[in-house]
């Protein structure tokens, strides 16, 4: 049974500037874009909350009226207000969207990262201060800190890893201008300590 | 006023002599449904009459952004212009066989005015917003109707003679003709069952965005 906790809640709010450009006329016709956003992102634990930047470009392809090939290619740094949660990193992505009907979009989703990301370890509290159950975690080197995001004791390490994922969502539109979205995303992370994790995300979209 | 009058009576006077009535083309799916948005229009087959295109353009506007007729028939050396009333760029595009053009981006109630001098369907699109599509029937008939959403098109002033009776439509299954006379007496109905294509359009609904790392 999941513990709930709302440490990693949060706003983020930034601007996303971008140049697109289609190869040729009609919908089948590739597209190539490049661009920057950012973002600031408030978090429920503060020591999380950032400031972020990427550059990023990308290609899309409409085979058909139903089914659409994106790839997108980013990289991008983050400063957190604790260390710990700065980071760099590179990333590809794939998604491979499929519309039966104008109104039912179904994605598969597939990417590679390479960078910083943190992983966490349970902690307890000795007579030096709080320490890694695991004594591998002292092998990191990375900067690491005591965190009070979850409902049990933690470390955080900032470690440098490779992250595969893959998921799959649902998108129903909801009139002409909007969607709804769930999304399923695994991340197997590589490194000293594989580990895996699930993301569920709901997202409403709206054009204006 | 006076000659205005007489040139009246004798437009008339001409349509009198030469129009035998109304031929009414009632368009119905397999289910008995009306078909909006159809062609109908009648080939001459006894010597085809010249085509008198309208000198001033005819308008296929875009609003909300999409096209807001879906069909629009017109004659042989039609201009056509294509306001656009929205507050965001078009780029109204086709690349049919009957007419190739592009009028790239561009905003506002004024566009270059396309000329229309080959017949056959001419399908438009936009390059930035994929989902708007429209059709264009170019025609080298003066004898035709498009289907309202009761189905029914009114094809008026057919001279007395034969004429072969065709059923246009974006997403017609199977081409649809017949023979038709038209009589001295007066106006005909013809029945027509259309079958189309699903409606199949690119989704214009917005994506939430790929998945991100966290």
């Given at each position: ?135 591998g975690a002292y092998a990191l080197a990375g900067a690491w800190r005591y965190v009070p995001t979850f409902s049990k004791p933690f470390l955080d390490y900032r470690v440098s890893a490779q992250t595969w994922s893959y998921g799959a969502e649902i998108s129903p539109a909801v009139g002409r201008n909007t969607s709804v979205t769930l999304r399923f995303t ?23 | ?22 031929v009414r083309v009632v368009t119905k799916d397999p289910s008995g449904k009306p078909v909006a948005d159809a062609v109908a229009y009648a080939v001459a087959l006894d010597g085809a009459p010249q085509v008198q295109p309208p000198s001033e353009p005819v308008a296929i506007v875009q609003k909300d952004q999409e096209f807001q007729t879906y069909v629009t ?142």
């Amino acid at each position: 049974m999941c513990t709930p906790f709302s440490g990693l809640d949060n706003v983020a709010v930034g601007p996303r500037l971008e140049v697109r450009h289609k190869l040729d006329l009609g919908p089948f016709a590739p597209t190539v874009y490049a661009g920057i956003d950012g973002r600031l992102a408030g978090f429920d634990d503060s020591e999380r909350s950032k400031a972020e930047g990427a550059v990023f470009a990308g290609y899309s392809q409409r085979f058909t009226e139903a089914l659409q090939l994106l790839l997108e290619g980013r990289a991008g740094s983050y400063d957190a207000r604790q260390t710990v949660f700065t980071g760099s990193y590179a990333r590809l992505a794939a998604t491979l969207n499929w519309d039966p009907t104008e109104r039912w979009r179904f994605a598969v989703t597939g990417g590679w990262r390479n960078g910083d990301t943190v992983a966490g370890y349970e902690a307890y509290r000795s007579p030096m201060g709080w320490e890694p159950i695991d004594p591998g975690a002292y092998a990191l080197a990375g900067a690491w800190r005591y965190v009070p995001t979850f409902s049990k004791p933690f470390l955080d390490y900032r470690v440098s890893a490779q992250t595969w994922s893959y998921g799959a969502e649902i998108s129903p539109a909801v009139g002409r201008n909007t969607s709804v979205t769930l999304r399923f995303t695994r991340f197997e992370t590589l490194g000293p300590d594989p580990y895996i994790s699930d993301e569920v995300s709901l997202s409403l979209a709206h054009k204006y | 006023m006076h000659r205005l009058i007489a040139a009246a009576l004798i437009a008339t006077a001409t349509l009198c002599a030469h129009a035998a009535g109304v031929v009414r083309v009632v368009t119905k799916d397999p289910s008995g449904k009306p078909v909006a948005d159809a062609v109908a229009y009648a080939v001459a087959l006894d010597g085809a009459p010249q085509v008198q295109p309208p000198s001033e353009p005819v308008a296929i506007v875009q609003k909300d952004q999409e096209f807001q007729t879906y069909v629009t028939p017109i004659v042989v050396g039609t201009r056509v212009v294509f306001p656009n009333k929205d507050t965001v760029q078009h780029h109204v595009y086709s690349v049919s066989p009957a007419k190739k053009f592009e009028i790239p981006l561009y905003i506002g109630e004024s566009s270059a005015s396309i000329l229309f001098d080959r017949p056959g369907p001419v399908t438009l699109g936009c390059n930035i917003h994929d989902w708007m599509v429209a059709y264009v029937f170019v025609l080298s008939t003066p004898y035709y109707a498009k289907t309202g959403a009761d189905g029914v098109a009114d094809i008026a002033g057919l001279p007395q003679g034969r004429y072969r009776l065709e059923v246009w439509h974006p997403r017609l299954a199977a081409k649809i003709e017949r023979e038709l006379v038209v009589a001295e007496s007066g106006d005909t109905t013809q029945v027509v069952s259309v079958t189309l294509r699903p409606d199949r359009r690119i989704r214009r609904a917005p994506d939430a965005g790929g998945a991100d790392y966290k």
